[in-house]
Structure formats: C-alpha cells, structure tokens
C-alpha cells in the first residue's frame, strides 16, 4: 500500500498509497490533522472567564490576559515518544512563567523562559525544576523559541511591565483545537499517468473542447502552440492520473510535514491507528451517542441513524464502505450543521436491526482495513530504514544526546545562542 517513501528532511516525509479509494486517502490525510494526540496547552475560555489550564496571575502589558492565554497555547510542546495520554500525569509538570523587564531595552518574553517545575510525588519537598530545554526546543536554524510578547524599556518612575503565569499541558487532538495539530502539512495529490498515449489524447481533447483549437492547423503556429503547451503542462495535465477500471483515480501522493514534537513517521502511524479505534466503537452494539430514528422521507422504508460527536471522517467512511460491500442497499450522510458536533447516516433498510447489523459489519471492516494498512505502514517504513527496530523515535532534528547536553535556559532566545550542541551553548559575539 505505501509506495516511494522517502524523506525529504527531518521533517517531512512523502509517500504514494495506491491502490485504493479516494475516500481512504482522505480518510488518512483528515485523521493526521485532527486523530493524533499531542501534548499542549488548554487555553480557552471557561464559562467563568478565566482560562482552562493557562492562569495568568499578573499582567501590565497592553496584551489582555486571553490573548496571552491563546498564545502560550499554541506553543508546539516536545516530550518523550513512550509518552502518552494514559500515562500522562497532567499535574506532575508546572510551567511557570514570571518575567519582568526592568532594564531600558525592549525585552522578548519567548518559550526558554518557562520554568519547568516537576512535582515529587514520594514527598511533599519543594518541586524539583528541570531543564525547559525538554519541552521547548530551539529552531534547529535560528537557535531560538517562539516570542510570546514584548516587553517594554522601564521609564524612570514608571513601574516595570511584568507578566506571570502558570500552565499545566494535556493530550488533545486536532479536532478540538488546531493547537493539537502535529503536522503543519498533510496533503495529497493523484498520481500522474506518465503514459505518452494518455497525456496525448488529454492535450487533443483539452485543445478541441477548451481551447476551440483544431491540433492540426496548431502545427503551423509554433508560437501559439508554445504557449498552449506551458498552459497545459502547468494546469491541465494534472487531470492525467493513475485511474482504476471504473475510471476513478487510485493512487495517490502524500507529503507530510511535521510541527516539530512528532516525527512524521509517527504521526501516520498513530493516524491509522486511530481511524481503527475510531471504527472499533461502532463494531459491536452500537453505543448511546447513536440515536437510531425512521427516516423522514416520503417512502417509509429506511433508518436515520444520528451520530453524536462525529463528523465527516466516520460518515464518508461507511457510506464509501456500506457502497462498495452493500450494492442494494440506499446509503447517504450528512453533517446538518458545521457547529453542531453530529452526523446523520440514512439507510434503506426495513428493519432497524438490518441498519445496526451494517453499521456493526462495516466497522469492523474499516477497522481491519486501517489496522492492516497501520502494520505495512510499519513494515514499510524498516524495510526503508526510515526507523529502526532497535532505535527510538526522536523530535526532527534534535537528538537525545543533543537535549541532554542542554544547560538550564541554553537557549537564551533572543540574548545569544547561535549554535547549540552536546556542549554548553555559547553566546554570540557582540560586533
């Protein structure tokens, strides 16, 4: 299934699937951008007011306390691989933020200002501060973390701008905020057919329909025939894909490029694993979030099954499988409202129990299907020695023997720090 993987940096990976159904495609390019757990900060507004897990404390910027809230959760957070939701302890790590700018130069308040504060749980001693440098990585370029706000020069009598704040960070998923998405880019395009013959007969048709051009006087107008041909090349031939026997296209080119806290490799991975966790739900008996109603057609044949807390990825899905496995059966869904969490699956069955047993039969058949992809995926990417067996995975760009030998604050954002390796990071040269 995954074909000419091939890593183009240590953040992006690009790979052909083929052959299969569109829908699929989409299915994995969706469930990469909003399926896949990651660590950050819940910043949103409580219906008290306040922030969920950013608490500003004190704040004499002009800033307002929500957007330096929402700022501080978009910052990409980096941890251990072995890490995840359920081993997770939310209250265990204590981000602290206390920054004060009494000097008379503007002053960047950036992620390496963070204070890590990990809290012992055998005893009840003071937290143990560990180095951000675990959480907060540098731009393997600049050698910088991202500015939260600016600070400005104290004037004499004035008292100095100051912020602080303390955050606790979770796992979510990009369905829920895009600050829980791990990948900047996910997309896919169909696989071009490099076939003469079918690039040909796409450029006679494309110049008799479109352009109103007869291909045979076009030959003596070399220079008209020069810019068509730019035209085509640039937008037309894309039409030109890889298509199975019923003429729809079935292959397709991924590019996948990682925020930074999870390696590209991974977040595939964990996105076929949870389309099948997604389908697992729905294989046995159906649970409550399902509501099975008669469908409100003219024909009383049929079963409207409302799904709470889906979407589009989980409709598309088993209408495209009930379609392609159930030929007989009127399948159709949609989502009625973008702001209401629900999707409503119709179903041309007399018997409500028919309805369920579908549901239950094309479940379990997506599940299978995204756990065999999610196994070759991982064959694939051995056989290609993207990983290794006996190596873990690390952050793009940043290996563990490089974040350990960080110093506390090694980073020194926007004061120093030009490069930065297995020794103490040294400062920039003032000229």
């Known amino acids: 299934m995954f074909q000419n993987l091939k890593r183009i940096d240590d953040r992006t990976l690009a790979f052909t699937l083929s052959p299969t159904r569109v829908t699929y495609a989409n299915t994995l390019r969706r469930a990469v951008q909003t399926e896949v757990s990651i ?60 920054v004060k700018n009494e000097t008379d130069q503007v002053r960047n308040v950036v992620a390496a200002d963070f204070e890590c504060l990990e809290r012992n749980e055998d005893s009840a001693d003071e937290p143990r501060r560990i180095p951000n440098t675990k959480f907060f990585h540098p731009d393997p370029i600049t050698t910088e973390t991202p500015i939260l706000l600016v600070l400005k020069p104290q004037l004499e009598g004035q008292a100095p701008e100051e912020v602080h704040l303390e955050a606790y960070a979770s796992f979510g998923k990009g369905r829920e905020h895009t600050r829980f998405n791990p990948a900047s880019q996910c997309a896919y395009r169909y696989s071009l057919d490099t076939s003469e013959e079918r690039i040909m ?162 479940a379990m058949g997506i599940a299978d299907l995204f756990r065999t992809w999610s196994d070759e995926w991982s064959r694939t990417l051995l056989d290609e020695r993207i990983v290794s067996p006996k190596s873990p995975e690390f952050a793009p760009g940043m290996s563990p023997e490089k974040v350990a030998g960080l110093p506390w604050k090694a980073h020194e954002a926007a004061r120093g720090v030009r490069s930065v390796d297995s020794q103490a990071a040294k400062p920039k040269s003032k000229v």
């Open 39 to 98: 660590l950050g900060f819940r910043s949103d507004i409580t219906e008290t007011g306040t922030t969920s897990d950013v608490k500003v404390l004190k704040n004499t910027t002009p800033i307002s306390n929500e957007m330096l809230a929402d700022r501080v959760g978009l910052l990409p957070l980096w941890y251990d691989l072995f890490v995840n939701e359920a081993n997770w302890d939310k209250e265990k790590i204590l981000f602290k933020l206390h």
């Open 201 to 362: 007969a796409l450029w006679v048709s494309w110049l008799r329909d479109q352009k109103k051009v007869d291909p045979k006087e076009l030959e003596q107008q070399p220079d008209r025939k020069a810019v068509l041909e730019r035209e085509f090349r640039t937008l037309e031939i894309y039409r030109c894909y890889l298509q199975d026997g019923d003429g729809e296209p079935m292959s397709y080119d991924f590019t996948v490029e990682t925020v930074g806290p999870l390696p590209p490799q991974k977040i595939v991975g964990d996105a076929l694993l949870a389309v099948a966790a997604l389908a697992d739900k729905y294989a046995g008996d159906l649970p409550e979030t399902v509501d099975i109603r008669p469908a409100d057609w003219a024909s009383p044949v049929g079963f409207d099954l409302w799904f709470t807390n889906e979407d589009h990825t989980l409709g598309n899905l088993l209408q495209t499988w009930i379609s392609d496995h159930s030929a007989d059966v009127f399948v159709g869904y949609k989502v009625p409202h973008p702001l209401r969490p629900e999707m409503v699956l119709r179903l041309g069955v007399k018997e409500e129990s028919a309805a369920r047993d579908l549901i239950a039969e094309a």
